[in-house]
């Protein structure tokens, strides 16, 4: 049997004859009340939907995060809803008492309790909170007054004005589409019976279609305000929640801008977790919290900072929780609300948690657990703010760990060069004396006088230990707080020119400063051109140039010594001179090595090479000092 759609309340005829595997067709009447019950059913489901309170657009977004349940929909409508029932009810009251004599028991008896009713709602306005309760209620309230109606005369009952106040209540409550249906089941109910039994039932109808037409027009009016006042809640609660969320936001991006302010402050690792942990606090509260980084060694996650609970100091890919995994696989923070059934996480007492990723540069060097002993805990703005949180704790982390490579490197780059300075002047010495303590022994042996040998033994000792010295003079000098490039250059090369026999000419401003790190670089790069000179450039006359005010610097070294090809630059004393390169490139200077064969060699590094006033006279090594040989 075809039967038709659920919402066509009358079923059509199959056209098809029966065929006699089909199975017989039930009969007409229990398919129509099968239907006419799922058909009400349904419309009882949809009952419970207001249309005025559907959301559209972005308002998605804010019903998503408010209450269905709680909120009385007809609050604001309750002085409406309590004016209209007092002028009803004395309406009605006034046309029963006009025609008292005339009117039966019964009539009396609804009046009264219409009236009792309307009492007792202008002191407890009807509430709808959106559940079935509410529902009921308003459907109560139509029946007593429909049911008040149809006792006392129907279209020509004295109470018929109160039913005005049932059919608004209901528009007011869920709008157009509950509205209407109640009002067309309270003109069927009433208009039915009245034009069945009514002696003209032409003037009967007319009377019926006279005051469905108000109760339809008031069920509109009611509907229809409804809606305006849903759309303007809406538009309202909209604004409120951008103003909310512009408030947090607001409030995010302050707390970041401090948290950027103080962040990269320091370069030294552990203060930068400690400062992250401390900033974090400010923004979330957690019980514990974790900050594991990456090693590229093998794969490993050091635990570098933990707080509220006990973590080995490395865990393997496999060991990580399930919530840190899935943050590293979604690149993104991850909130697992409820550990016990998701988890568990980092700490076996952890209610809830957040887990995201430490990502600087492109690539992850780190991940961050926060978690709390309650559940469902952490809130949405929670995991916004470690979103935008852990970007520059991320940059500020990878820059620390970047610092302590290079610090490492640098620590390792000076033990090379100490080791080198040793080597080149006291290592050969301290051959040369093993060597000649041989010679003297083997000398004795065979019995000849060492007694000339031993005095000139005791003057080498005596220069060695004058290198040593000189070695470790070199070795701590340095500019500081209270010296500049300046006053050392003097200290230094009066030294080098008493065990060197070289003239040093230095030309040296002493009133400007750079920054302590810049100008220890560039005095480092001096050093190292006046100790190439005196190794290697078989020179007698150096000059140093050295030009500050304040933010650019020039330092030039020019010696008279025998020089090389400029193609040799990367192999004589390469190390010294890559030394030097690195140094002027980690203060963003750049360095200038000028020589050809006989002609001498210059140094020339500065801060801002192309800003005019700072240069030194541009002219060739020997025609700035002379070619003394």
Known sequence: MHTAPPDDPISRPDPTPPSEDRAPAPPSGGGLVDRLRERLSRDLREALID????????????????????VDRVASFNSLITAMRLATTAISLLLVASRLDE????????TAIIVSYAIFRAFRPIRYENDLQSLLRVLAEVALHVAAVVMTG????????????????????????????????????????FILQAGDQREAFLQSASWGGIVMLVALIAGYARRISGEADRERELAMDRLSRLSDANALLFSLHRVTQTLPASLDLGDVLD????????????????????????????????????????????????????????????????LHADGPGL??????????????????????????????????RDVELIEGFVAPASLALDNARWFARLRTVGADEERTRIARDLHDRIGQSLAY?????????????????????????????RGVIREVRDTLYDLRTDVSEEQGIGAVLEQYVSRVGERSRLTIQVEAD????LPILQEREMWRIAQEALANVERHARATAVRIVWRCDGERALIDVTDNGVGFEAATAGRLDSYGVLGMRERASSIGASLEILSAPGRG???RCSLNPNEPGLTAPNQPALAAIGHRR
Do not use: C
């Open 51 to 70: 249309p005025s309170q559907q959301p559209t657009g972005d308002f998605d977004i804010v019903a998503q995060q408010l209450p269905s349940m709680g």
């Open 103 to 110: 009117f039966e028991t019964s009539v009396k008896v609804w």
């Open 154 to 193: 129907y279209w020509q009952s004295p109470l018929i004005f109160t039913l005005l106040t049932a059919v608004t209540v209901a528009g007011l409550a869920r709008g157009f589409g509950f509205s209407i249906r109640i009002a067309v089941v309270t003109i069927l109910a009433v208009s039915f019976p």
């Open 275 to 338: 400062s992250t942990l401390s900033r974090m606090k400010s923004l979330v509260a957690y019980d514990s919290v974790a900050v594991l980084l990456f090693d590229e060694t093998d794969g490993h996650w050091e635990v570098v900072r933990h707080q509220g609970l006990h973590v080995p100091a490395r865990l393997g890919p496999t060991e990580l929780p399930l919530g840190l995994k899935q943050a590293i696989t979604e690149n993104r923070p991850v909130y697992v609300a409820d």
């Open 347 to 380: 700490s076996d007492r952890s209610g809830s948690g957040i887990y995201t990723v430490l990502s600087a540069r492109g690539a992850i060097i780190g991940l961050l657990a926060i978690e709390h002993s309650d559940f469902e805990h952490f809130t949405s």
């Open 433 to 461: 004396l093993a060597f000649s303590l041989d010679r003297l022994v083997e000398r004795d042996e065979a019995g000849d006088p060492v007694t000339e040998d031993l005095g000139q033994l005791r003057e080498d000792v």
């Open 510 to 513: 002493k009133d400007a400063r």
């Open 601 to 603: 060699t210059r140094v």
